[in-house]
């Protein structure tokens, strides 16, 4: 047996802990005796409530600081028609703030359509974007819409929009400027109504002052700009990002893995996820398809999160809170000390009553 159940303690209150049990056998494969252990799961279930009364939109999750700036923009940016520019790293989560402006917005009852520009060469692109009328060229035999035909009175996302060509960031800049378009193989100009919102892991700026991106579009698309961080930038996301996929992936495979332990958590917070939150979502989605029972523990990350942790004094730094400071170093410490917490706060200088007391009010061990 390995699953999360409910016990009640003393004054009848219910506890969330996970229970497992192994047969002892001899070598001739007879059973002589067998051993059951307990683990406090109040972690996850605080993480869980949380998770149910934060503040966040779909599948964006967050509490740091930076997170909660971006949540009180959000409904503000949604009601104007402005176009945004949505800049981060690959993995920041760019798609789900431009559906969240969507959702959030007037338009929410017509089409969101999203395009990546960076996966698609000009010929493609050009016909994707604005449509072609039969008799084209080669095999268009009917008339099919572009993007912004399909996006018509909703949103149109323009992913990677920084690698788009200088000939296609011309035909672009027309439509935003004169909010008309002309699909290939047609004379007569089609007028567009369509929320712009773009996104660009570059530089954009820094493009133009390259010439490799036109200063007049850069303009246009940077009406108003949101600027996602990365997530070693906002630490103290992490178990609730954890939590929350993992109510995802059991909601999906029908399992009931309750959380992960201390170790795991303290691996998690101190690594640097080049990859960002699609990265961490990766992570969790590997120990979740490898646990067999109702916690994940560090056999169960991919191969380089296994090994000895990294040497190192602190993570970067910047964007860090001093809560996020905090809690990064309680779970250092509980990861140094495999989980002992008197160990801990000998470590860490503090009382184990008040190591107790910051794990139950920071959620960054069991409590």
Do not use: W
Not at 139 to 144: H, I, P
Not at 172 to 178: A, D, P, W
């Amino acid at each position: 047996v390995n699953k999360a159940i409910y016990i009640l303690d003393a004054r009848g209150n219910r506890v969330p802990i996970g229970i497992s049990t192994a047969v002892f056998k001899d070598a001739d494969g007879r059973t002589i005796g067998g051993v059951e252990t307990f683990r406090d799961l109040r972690l996850a279930e605080e993480l869980r409530k949380e998770l149910d009364t934060q503040c966040g939109f779909a599948d964006i999750v967050g509490r740091s600081v930076a997170m909660r700036q971006l949540f009180e923009l959000l409904p503000r940016i949604a009601e104007s028609d402005s176009t945004v520019l949505i800049e981060g790293d690959s993995g920041t989560g760019k798609e789900l703030f431009a559906k969240a402006l969507h959702n959030l917005s007037p338009r929410r009852d017509k089409p969101f359509i999203a395009l990546n520009c960076a996966a698609l060469p000009d010929t493609l692109l050009e016909s994707e974007l604005f449509g072609y009328k039969a008799g084209a060229f080669t095999d268009a035999r009917v008339d099919k819409p572009g993007r912004f035909a399909l996006a018509d009175g909703g949103t149109l996302f323009l992913d990677e929009i920084g690698d788009v060509s200088p000939a296609m960031q011309v035909r672009l800049l027309r439509v935003v400027q004169e909010r008309t378009y002309e699909p290939l193989g047609s004379v007569q100009p089609v007028r567009t109504d369509v929320r712009l919102v773009a996104a660009t892991n570059k530089d954009l700026g820094k493009l133009v002052r390259k010439g490799l991106f036109r200063e007049d579009l850069f303009y246009r698309i940077h009406v108003i700009r949101l600027t996602l961080p990365r997530l070693r930038e906002r630490r103290e996301d992490i178990p609730l990002l954890v939590e929350h996929f993992l109510a995802k992936f059991n909601r999906l495979q029908g399992k009931e893995v309750a959380g992960v332990s201390d170790a795991v958590l303290a691996r998690l917070m101190e690594y640097d996820y080049p990859g960002n939150v699609r990265e961490l979502e990766n992570i969790v989605e590997h120990a979740f398809v490898l646990c067999r029972g109702a916690l994940i523990e560090l056999a169960h990350l991919p191969p380089h999160l296994r090994g000895p942790a990294k040497e190192e004094s602190l993570p970067d730094l910047a964007g860090m809170t001093l809560e996020a400071m905090e809690r990064f170093l309680i779970a250092n410490a509980l990861r140094r000390t495999n989980g002992n917490r008197a160990a801990a706060a000998r470590e860490l200088g503090i009382n184990p009553s008040t190591l107790f007391r910051k794990l139950k009010t920071m959620g960054s061990a069991e409590a």
